[in-house]
């Protein structure tokens, strides 16, 4: 007994050793720190508010949701890949570039038919205030651009604090104007002021802890703008779609469950979605971003890759099968008793929403391994036929059914397949990659040999 204590002590000393470990616990530490913030001032602003004004600030976010990956083309998540940096900084000029471009095409475009816009999705509560998401959407493209470089340098910590200063100031703007003028507008304004702000942050992080790596051969090649923007332009033919269908399939369930059920259904469904993604948002985002950097790193150093994915899946895996469980067995008693009995019916939802995020968590490893193993168009056809078959079996439970809980239900019984599914290719790609790289290795080291033996003969 004494022993097995001794070495799980071993055991628990060495993972915290880990520089992954430690970087997740920074990002995670953010995060939370800044959910944890949002929740604490969250009874004052609803009671403020009042649900018409988050329907209008839920309304503006969604439309920002998936118009953000069209702000720079998807091409900041690109800024990891390069081993030098100069390669880098030049794809951070060229999406910015880009979100200018894109920030004013969408600004003519609301401008010349903003109102066609509103009457067509049906937003009027928003009003006026679309106008605002040309600027939202430049705005949330920089922070994006900041967030990849830090990522790069491995500066998770100013992430981390951005992250909470951000936290902090909005939702202190949110109360004290409030108290002024507690309507929707301010909501949406502060939204994308708050974009703004997020991103500057993180730049002034960068000034101060990031530095430019020039130690590179004389001999190494440069890439114009043009030469980079097509070297990485599988980011924009298929990241960005498949980011904007994974946006745009997030909403749906909600939308169809007000159209189906009524309003009071959608609530049921948005708290029980809110509380399912928090191990994700808390957890999993921050392996994400840290695991990126980590896999781009081991296939510069010609690692085994699917060693690293397989390893962090399995972590992610511990940490979520336990409060997953609880909420599976215990899921209509645990919501009746923390938000009241009427909510009985969120938690019959997470029931079956805890399977779908458990799998949405364990992921986010395989996820991130999709730029550096270049399979991103494979993942823009696996996104279409996930939402397609999440969609049909929505609307195989809610009208053929009839049934809240069976549209939820078969909703994610196929989000639990695809998951799997894609996991599974992923893992196999990535098998590939490294018996590729195994062979390249054997090939250079056999041509090193063949050299040197010419070389001796002379």
């Not at 004052?44 to 600030?57: F, H, K």
């Not at 928003?126 to 959407?137: D, K, Q, S, T």
């Not at 779609?241 to 259904?265: D, E, H, K, V």
Request: with cysteine; aromatic share 12%.
């Amino acid at each position: 007994m004494l022993n097995l204590v001794i070495t799980l002590r071993q055991k628990t000393h060495e993972v915290w050793r880990s520089g992954f470990v430690r970087s997740v616990a920074v990002v995670a530490s953010g995060t939370a720190g800044a959910q944890a913030i949002t929740m604490a001032f969250a009874p004052l602003i609803t009671r403020l508010y009042g649900p018409e004004a988050y329907g209008v600030q839920g309304t503006f976010m969604a439309i920002l949701g998936v118009a953000v990956p069209v702000g720079a083309l998807a091409y900041p998540i690109s800024i990891v890949l390069p081993r030098r940096d100069e390669e880098a900084l030049g794809i951070i000029q060229l999406s910015a570039y880009i979100s200018v471009v894109i920030a004013a095409l969408l600004a003519f475009g609301l401008w010349m038919g903003g109102e066609e816009f509103i009457s067509l999705l049906e937003i009027e509560s928003v009003g006026n205030f679309i106008y605002f998401l040309p600027v939202a959407v430049l705005f949330a493209a920089w922070k994006q651009i900041a967030q990849q470089w830090l990522i790069r340098k491995k500066e998770f910590g100013v992430i981390a604090r951005s992250a909470l200063a951000t936290s902090g100031a909005l939702n202190s703007a949110r109360a004290l104007a409030g108290f002024v003028n507690p309507i929707g507008a301010v909501l949406i304004v502060l939204a994308t002021l708050v974009e703004a702000l997020h991103a500057l942050l993180m730049l002034i992080g960068i000034r101060q802890r990031t530095t430019i790596d020039r130690s590179v051969p004389s001999e190494a090649p440069k890439f114009s703008i043009i030469e980079l923007a097509r070297r990485h332009r599988d980011f924009p033919l298929y990241r960005a779609p498949q980011i904007m269908i994974n946006s745009a399939s997030q909403s749906f369930p909600m939308l169809m469950l007000a159209a189906f059920f009524g309003p009071s259904t959608a609530g049921f469904y948005m708290l029980s979605r809110m509380v399912m993604g928090m191990p994700t948002t808390l957890v999993g985002m921050a392996v994400s971003d840290v695991f990126y950097s980590r896999i781009t790193e081991a296939a510069h150093n010609s690692e085994n890759l699917s060693k690293h994915i397989l390893r962090a899946t399995g972590v992610l895996a511990l940490i979520g099968v336990i409060p997953f469980s609880i909420v599976i067995f215990f899921g209509p008693w645990i919501f009746s008793l923390v938000f009241g009995a009427e909510w009985s019916v969120a938690g019959e939802y997470a029931r079956w929403l805890a399977f779908f995020f458990f799998f949405n968590l364990v992921n986010k490893p395989s996820n991130a391994a999709v730029p550096v193993l270049g399979i991103q168009r494979g993942l823009l056809f696996y996104e279409v036929l996930s939402t397609g078959g999440k969609v049909a079996g929505f609307f195989l439970g809610a009208y053929w059914l009839n049934s809240d809980v069976w549209a939820v239900a078969i909703f994610s019984i196929i989000g639990i397949v695809a998951y799997s599914g894609v996991m599974l290719w992923i893992y196999f790609c990535a098998v590939r990659w490294d018996r590729d790289a195994k062979k390249n290795l054997i090939n250079r080291t056999m041509n090193s040999r063949v050299m040197c033996m010419v070389s001796g003969d002379k």
